[in-house]
């Protein structure tokens, strides 16, 4: 049967047989369809590893948008930098981000807040986001405190339908002593994260390390690698309990000892942490868009004297002037901060593209059991 059939070597390096199933034994339909399994997935994985880019400092190419979707809470962390009032909160407009979104067009969206899956506004706002990401091949993650997740993933939205491109990154301050006294809800948030975990949802998650946690280090990020695909470690910034400079340097020697265990971090922002390298803050790798739907600069946690656009365009006229001020951190503000993804701007991409690497043997157990004996019966 193989001879009569035309086949077609694309760029893809994938063979597309031109013949229908009609008139075939099962054994040879089978052959057809796993080769056209292996034909999609081969071409979806192009198309997201041409989606990925490593950031090479161009503000026109930005690698993640940041969208604080509200600045409303369910809960109030005692450090928290970006929870407001909750009376006067905002929520952003869905087709002001969508379109802001649009405009920017980088391959990673983190929707945050406040508390991106509370009900009502916010909750929709954050599903036509999700929405409009997914339909346009982004990588989506929602970075929540997990208080809701459960409830949410009963809804089964499709907007939050598991996916190697969508993730829940959820924020665990330590084990259950620690993460109560600076967050609190743990009980409840390491019941919906199982629940996550056994939907399949692939989960990120946040650990804001300072003094109350950093002695314990190890037998947090041991406990997190249990249910975490990728575990950030964030210094605590602006609070009094932020870490000191020898503190740092443990959680730098940490980063460098433990890349085994799926931390996010890299080798690098621990090599600066310890002051061994410098790094320059690449603040436009990552647009931060506000509640009220502005875009602020440099950073979405630079504080007094930041700067906010309406446009895209706006935003890199801005960049242009304040690149190398910001870059070199010569900035006040940006003296003592250590927020690890301005440092580190595809930290993200890198670790997707590792997980896009291992379903490359999914398609190679496909050739074994397809083209293998296709080519075989061809010689
Ligand atoms: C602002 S929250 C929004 C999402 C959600 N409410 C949560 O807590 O995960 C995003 C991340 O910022 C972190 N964060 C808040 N205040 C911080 C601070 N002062 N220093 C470092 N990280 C902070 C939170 O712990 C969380 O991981
Ligand atoms: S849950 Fe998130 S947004 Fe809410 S107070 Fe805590 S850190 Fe801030
Ligand atoms: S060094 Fe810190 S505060 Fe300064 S621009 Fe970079 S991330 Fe923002």
Same mark, same amino acid.
């Given at each position: 049967m193989y001879d009569e059939m035309p086949i077609k070597r694309t760029g893809y390096n994938v063979i597309i047989l031109n013949k229908g199933t009609n008139g075939m034994k099962n054994d040879d339909r089978n052959q057809y369809k796993g080769m056209l399994h292996l034909t999609r997935t081969n071409r979806a994985m192009v198309s997201r590893l041409r989606m990925l880019r490593r950031y090479k400092g161009d503000?026109? #190419? @930005?690698? !993640? !948008?940041h969208l604080a979707i509200t600045d409303k809470c369910n809960m109030s962390c005692k450090f928290c930098l970006y929870k407001k009032d909750n009376k006067n909160f905002k929520v952003i407009d869905a087709d002001r981000a969508c379109s802001l979104i649009n405009e920017i067009n980088s391959p990673i969206i983190l929707i945050s807040g406040g508390e991106p899956l509370l009900g009502g506004d916010i909750l929709k706002t954050t599903r036509r986001v999700a929405d409009m990401c997914? *339909?346009?091949? *982004?990588?989506? /993650?929602?970075?929540?405190?997990? %208080?809701?997740?459960? *409830? %949410? !993933?009963?809804? $089964?939205? $499709?907007?939050? *339908? #598991?996916?190697?491109?969508?993730f829940f990154q959820i924020s665990v301050d330590g084990l259950k002593e620690a993460h109560d006294s600076l967050r609190g809800h743990f009980d409840l948030i390491m019941d919906n994260v199982q629940y996550a975990k056994e939907a399949g949802h692939l989960i990120y998650t946040n650990t804001v390390v300072?003094? +109350?946690? !950093?002695? +314990?280090l190890d037998e947090i990020v041991r406990f997190i690698a249990g249910f975490s695909n990728r575990i950030y470690l964030n210094p605590m910034l602006g609070s009094e309990n932020g870490l000191d400079e020898e503190e740092l340097k443990t959680l730098g020697r940490y980063i460098i000892d433990h890349q085994d265990i799926m931390i996010g971090n890299s080798i690098n922002y621990?090599?600066? =942490?310890?002051?061994? #390298?410098?790094l320059k803050c690449l603040f436009h790798s990552l647009v931060s868009i506000t509640p009220s739907g502005r875009l602020k600069l440099p950073c979405y946690c630079y504080?007094?004297?930041?700067?906010?656009?309406? +446009?895209?365009?706006?935003? =890199?006229?801005?960049? /242009?002037?304040q690149k190398s001020h910001f870059e070199n951190r010569q900035a006040q503000q940006c003296s003592n901060c250590y927020t690890h993804c301005l440092h580190e701007? $595809?930290?993200y991409a890198r670790y997707y593209l590792n997980e896009i690497l291992e379903q490359?043997? #999914? @398609?190679?157990?496909?050739y074994k059991k397809y083209i293998e004996p296709l080519f075989k019966s061809l010689s």
């Open positions: 503000p026109k #190419r @930005p690698n !993640i !948008i997914r *339909k346009s091949g *982004k990588i989506t /993650g929602v970075l929540t405190n997990g %208080i809701t997740l459960k *409830k %949410i !993933i009963m809804q $089964d939205y $499709d907007e939050f *339908k #598991r996916g190697s491109k969508f300072s003094k +109350s946690n !950093i002695n +314990s621990g090599k600066f =942490l310890t002051g061994k #390298r410098e504080e007094e004297g930041a700067e906010y656009v309406d +446009s895209f365009s706006e935003y =890199l006229e801005k960049v /242009g002037e701007s $595809d930290v490359v043997k #999914r @398609p190679w157990g496909a």
